[in-house]
Nanobody, 126 residues
Framework: QVQLVESGGGLVQAGGSLRLSCAAS????????MGWFRQAPGKERDFVAA????????YYADSVKGRFTISRDNAKNTMYLQMNSLKPEDTAVYYC???????????????????WGQGTQVTVSS
């Protein structure tokens, strides 16, 4: 199985940027469709973005379209989430997730993913 570790979170002012990384170990990332989710205090874990095993298609939640960019580097066994124009409502713990079954469809539900990282906190101040 694959182990996932997120990094890159932190405190940023509104309008700023952060780049999250999700490093995989144990198995090659090429074997998985990948996604980013986030969970704000007292709320459910919500879909942010997803990328197929081959790097495309790519899918985004409406709330982050045009501001966030998901990418992956299978050679480095790492996935990324570039977050620009951050807003206070983007404050959450961000999780990366891996899905073993490979396809080209959009998967936005937590139960569709098999492996999860421990999360990294992103806080956007106003």
């Amino acid at each position: 199985q694959v182990q996932l570790v997120e990094s890159g979170g932190g405190l940023v002012q509104a309008g700023g940027s952060l780049r999250l990384s999700c490093a995989a170990s144990g198995r090659t990332l090429r074997n998985y469709n990948m996604g980013w989710f986030r969970q704000a205090p007292g709320k459910e874990r919500d879909f942010v973005a997803a990328i197929t095993w081959s790097g495309g298609p790519i899918y985004y939640a409406d709330s982050v379209k045009g501001r966030f960019t998901i990418s992956r580097d299978n050679a480095k066994n790492t996935m990324y989430l570039q977050m620009n124009s951050l807003k206070p409502e983007d404050t959450a713990v961000y999780y990366c997730a891996a899905r073993s079954y490979l396809d080209y469809l959009m998967h936005t539900q937590t139960y569709e993913y098999d492996y999860w990282g421990q999360g990294t906190q992103v806080t956007v101040s106003s």
